[in-house]
């Protein structure tokens, strides 16, 4: 070889299927049963970064590399993007999983003053060391799991201080762990006890006292000096926060430098959708219940929709969101695992895809886009993760298998043999 070749950090040979999801924008429609398979495939890796994607005879005689990496016939594809998560929290629910089994629902428990309200109790109480151990773990296993980005939203504080100290947590994870994390500030998740019964009051309190303290939180720390995205959400829902007052923390959010998203069409339909739409909202998750013409609006837009299938799955409910209805109109759809101690107490984004493909009747190769590349942009890092392609993050998964459809078609199991995060390869 020429030893003018230019040196590289790491080279991946022999994908039997070299799985890029290459993409300028976020899939749609046919596209997203397009996974960019290349067969024998390689990828050329320097200072963390992929420079090059290929076959692998092509790129073996283009550059030297102090490190390759054989692939063996298996497949090789970006690192997941987990683009919807509550994966900061203290304790668990386990007595509300019983309590649904016998009969209750979740939005019973949560009137009850259970729910979300019950983890805001354990997080009030914890150290922001207790929330970084504890949820250093479930990272652990998501990373194994090959999920290399996390979205992670607050939103189990509900008092200034509270949220301000999951805020901490978040940016210590997002220093100390492997995974990289995206910080989202959720104060209107639910109304806290003392604000019970006085839900525009707590609104006063997110838009005038929480957002203005979490976007100079936020300027202050390491995520703003990277250009890492911080976002703005609510739980638009009946009985939480109605579309206006979703719409009031979106705009003080967005004011103070927030991109807004938005839980909607959980369970109850309130316009969600249409104000998502609206705002130029990221994402809008969950669409459970979200009726034609506002699929029809946001397959018109920017707005990624995120489904998580893993919710009704959890909750026990055969109805899920129609992604076969919001792909077929043209919408962006990403997937995304929700975790969380109530509605989703689930790390893999595998088995997502494994439920998606069941329930939703998303081909593999659209479930798989949707947790790459969809995901990516659904958190403002399309131009930066979720693709096997030139200039984004070398976060790149080599799965225990020669076929990318054994992702959704076999379930249960890890099918993630080695997970190459920002081109170094984790021993996990
Ligand atoms: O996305 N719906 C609101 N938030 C979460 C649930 C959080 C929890 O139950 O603790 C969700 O499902
Ligand atoms: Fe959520």
Redesign the pocket.
């Known amino acids: 070889m020429p030893s003018s070749s230019p040196l590289i950090d790491l080279l991946i040979t022999h994908a039997g299927q070299l799985v890029t999801c290459a993409s300028d924008g976020p899939k749609r429609r046919e596209a997203m049963r397009d996974v960019g398979l290349i067969v024998d495939g390689a990828v050329a890796i320097r200072d963390g970064i992929i420079i090059d994607a290929g076959e692998s005879a092509a790129l073996a005689a283009r550059y030297r590399a102090r490190q390759t990496l054989d692939a063996r016939g298996r497949v090789v594809m970006p690192g997941f993007v987990d683009a919807?998560t509550?994966v900061v929290?203290a304790g668990d629910?386990v007595n509300e999983f019983e309590m649904r089994i016998q009969g209750a629902t979740?939005m019973e428990i949560?009137a009850a003053g259970g729910?979300?309200v019950s983890?805001m109790q354990a997080v009030r109480e914890a150290s922001v060391d207790q929330l970084v151990d504890e949820t250093r773990k479930r990272l652990d296993a998501m990373l194994a799991l090959g999920t290399t980005t996390v979205e992670v939203?607050t939103?189990?504080g509900l008092s200034v201080e509270a949220e301000i100290k999951l805020l901490e947590a978040i940016a210590r994870l997002d220093q100390t762990h492997p995974a990289t994390l995206v910080p989202t500030f959720?104060g209107a998740?639910?109304v806290p006890p003392e604000f019970k019964g006085r839900t525009d009051d707590y609104v006063d309190l997110v838009v005038k006292e929480m957002i203005p303290a979490a976007a100079a939180w936020f300027e202050t720390s390491h995520f703003a000096r990277e250009g890492t995205p911080f976002f703005c959400d609510v739980?638009c829902?009946a009985g939480?926060f109605d579309a206006a007052q979703s719409r009031r923390v979106l705009e003080a959010g967005r004011a103070h430098g927030m991109i807004p998203k938005l839980?909607a069409d959980?369970f109850e339909n309130l316009g969600g959708v249409t104000l998502a739409v609206e705002m130029g909202a990221a994402s809008v998750?969950?669409l459970d219940v979200t009726p034609a013409e506002e699929i029809a609006r946001l397959a018109a837009s920017n707005t990624v929709g995120v489904v998580?299938p893993a919710?009704n799955f959890n909750l026990g409910s055969c109805h899920f969101a129609d992604a076969r209805a919001l792909i077929d109109a043209g919408a962006a759809l990403a997937l995304a695992t929700?975790i969380?101690?109530?509605?989703?107490p689930c790390p893999s984004m595998p088995m997502v895809m494994a439920i998606a493909a069941r329930y939703q009747r998303l081909l593999p190769a659209e479930a798989l886009n949707a947790a790459t590349l969809n995901a990516a942009y659904a958190v403002g890092l399309g131009d930066a993760v979720g693709s096997i392609q030139p200039g984004k993050r070398a976060d790149i998964l080599i799965l225990d298998a020669d076929d990318y459809r054994h992702l959704a078609y076999e379930f249960g199991a890890n099918p993630v043999a080695a997970v190459i995060k920002a081109g170094q390869i984790l021993r996990l």
Do not use: C, Q, W
């Open positions: 919807h509550h929290y629910r979740y949560m729910g979300i983890t939203k939103g189990y959720l998740h639910a739980f829902e939480v839980h959980e998750d969950h998580i919710v929700d969380n101690p109530g509605s989703a």
